[in-house]
């Protein structure tokens, strides 16, 4: 089972933001994914246009898709844009399930409007819901990063209630595998409620890498990642599309 992880779009009415969102489809065209999600940001202004051209965009791919909202997006278009897939029929939350064979795809809104942190609070119950079954182990994607990512100045904009969040994953029923996230245009790793976390890199422009006030240069060009899920174990791949 292959999952394509594509993070933080930022189309703006700009040919190059769809040109950077074709250059990383067009890498992915070939590995015939299962399934693709995209962990928010889809649009950053023009967003009724922009949201009509990511959805052509990932049609033409072939593999069922499946998108949450990030802190750009705006969730009326977006679920105008999107909603007849998900069965969208009010703005918030714009959670959504996928089904594969052997995985599901939990897409989680854990946006707050107006703020550019997250909040995973008011959605937590429709998780444990979704995780109170016997269905197949799920992977979790959302925008904000409910863990720290140790960037100068990124933390601020995390998603709150991480603990509440960790402590939903850790009782659930059926076993979630591992969460990915978005929002900080940077491919991470690390873990988060004993499990592995990742973030997918941005298809958008990258943010520098700032560490205990040190920092180096953007170099990263667009990129995803690619989860891998064959015989209960889930590999993370980052790709950096040039
Ligand atoms: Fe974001």
Redesign the pocket.
């Known amino acids: 089972m292959i999952v394509g992880q594509l993070s ?1 779009i930022h189309a703006d009415g700009s040919a190059e933001a769809l040109q950077r969102l074709d250059v990383v489809l067009g890498w992915l065209g070939p590995l015939r994914p299962d399934a693709v999600i995209v962990s ?2 889809l649009a950053e202004s023009d967003h009724q246009r922009s949201y009509r051209a990511v959805r052509q965009r990932l049609e033409n791919l072939g593999a069922p898709f499946f998108v949450v909202p ?3 997006d705006d969730h009326g278009l977006m679920m105008e844009a999107f909603g007849d897939l998900y069965g969208w029929s009010s703005p918030r939350p714009l959670n959504v399930v996928g089904s594969l064979r052997d995985l599901r795809l939990i897409g989680l809104d854990v946006t707050v409007s107006g703020a ?1 942190h997250g909040d995973a609070r008011p959605v937590l119950d429709w998780l444990s819901r979704e995780l109170n079954s016997d269905d197949p182990p799920a992977l979790i994607f959302q ?2 990063h409910p863990f720290k990512t140790g960037i100068d100045g990124k933390d601020r ?1 995390i998603c709150f209630g991480g603990d509440e969040l960790a402590r939903v994953i850790e009782n659930a029923r059926s076993p979630v595998i591992a969460l990915t996230c ?2 900080v245009h940077r491919p991470m790793f690390t873990r988060f409620a004993e499990r592995p976390a990742t973030m997918a890199p941005s298809v958008a422009r990258a943010n520098r890498l700032r560490l205990d006030g040190r920092e180096s240069n953007i170099s990263d060009p667009p990129g995803l990642l690619v989860h891998h899920w064959s015989e209960g174990r889930l590999v993370s791949h980052a790709v950096a599309v040039h």
Request: hydrophobic share 10%.
């Open positions: 933080d928010g940001d990030g802190n750009m550019h925008h904000q904009n978005g929002h």
